[in-house]
């Protein structure tokens, strides 16, 4: 049986009566555009994680890289991301055709803090903005401009606990299933894990910007 809590916060007065106090810098930080200080961040960042929902709820998080400066900053208030070739499935397209709603968490290595971005989502095919973020000469099919409405700096307090910038500090890997593994499992699809493994290096070693 799933676990049931037994305490269930339902108001934000409930959470402020324990934890209260909010600095006025906190309210004022939030921008409804790119800024100088966000605009060198994003231009920095070779990852981010993309959030999306559909119209009944169901949210998904996408993980997005490529090298840094491969987000564009068509003005203060427009963002373009590549769309890569990858597993086909199109959750995020799915999500942001139904609701147009995006959240964007830019990462920069050895930094930590993180670049917050929410706002909505449309998916183009407009040849000229596809053209600018074209890698090893593989145009991407696809790009989401991303409309800002909400855009700042969020505290580094995550990544300093998580030590994720510190790899020699890091739990050890043994053990965890590689995806083969995982995939083989779960998938049921008639593969072998050693052609599902073969089929994975492949796509590492040559689909990173060809399908």
């Given at each position: 049986?799933?676990?049931?809590?037994?305490?269930?916060?339902?108001?934000?007065?409930?959470?402020?009566?324990?934890?209260d106090g909010i600095h006025e810098a906190q309210k004022l930080k939030v921008l409804d555009h790119i800024d100088t200080h966000c605009r060198v961040w994003i231009e920095?960042?070779?990852f981010l994680?993309?959030?999306?929902?559909?119209?009944?709820?169901?949210?998904?998080a996408s993980p997005k890289g490529d090298p840094?400066?491969?987000?564009?900053?068509?003005?203060?208030?427009?963002?373009?991301?590549?769309?890569?070739?990858?597993?086909h499935r199109f959750d995020s397209f799915q999500n942001i055709l139904q609701t147009g709603r995006i959240g964007l968490v830019f990462m920069v290595p050895n930094r930590n803090e993180v670049v917050r971005v929410n706002g909505?989502?449309?998916i183009t095919r407009d040849?000229?903005?596809?053209?600018?973020?074209?890698?090893?000469?593989?145009v991407p099919d696809f790009a989401i401009v991303v409309h800002v409405e909400e855009?700042?700096?969020?505290?580094?307090?995550?990544?300093?606990?998580s030590k994720l910038w510190a790899p020699d500090q890091a739990a050890p890997v043994d053990g965890l299933p590689t995806y083969g593994e995982a995939l083989f499992a779960q998938s049921k699809s008639g593969l072998t894990?050693?052609?599902?493994?073969?089929?994975?290096?492949?796509?590492?070693?040559?689909?990173?910007?060809d399908e």
């Amino acid at each position: 049986m799933s676990y049931k809590p037994q305490t269930v916060l339902t108001t934000i007065d409930e959470v402020r009566s324990v934890i209260d106090g909010i600095h006025e810098a906190q309210k004022l930080k939030v921008l409804d555009h790119i800024d100088t200080h966000c605009r060198v961040w994003i231009e920095r960042s070779p990852f981010l994680v993309m959030s999306t929902v559909d119209a009944q709820g169901n949210l998904d998080a996408s993980p997005k890289g490529d090298p840094a400066g491969f987000v564009k900053v068509v003005d203060r208030k427009t963002l373009a991301i590549p769309d890569r070739p990858g597993n086909h499935r199109f959750d995020s397209f799915q999500n942001i055709l139904q609701t147009g709603r995006i959240g964007l968490v830019f990462m920069v290595p050895n930094r930590n803090e993180v670049v917050r971005v929410n706002g909505s989502a449309q998916i183009t095919r407009d040849a000229a903005l596809r053209k600018i973020m074209a890698i090893k000469g593989r145009v991407p099919d696809f790009a989401i401009v991303v409309h800002v409405e909400e855009a700042f700096y969020h505290c580094g307090k995550a990544i300093i606990r998580s030590k994720l910038w510190a790899p020699d500090q890091a739990a050890p890997v043994d053990g965890l299933p590689t995806y083969g593994e995982a995939l083989f499992a779960q998938s049921k699809s008639g593969l072998t894990r050693e052609e599902i493994e073969t089929r994975l290096q492949h796509n590492d070693t040559n689909r990173l910007y060809d399908e």
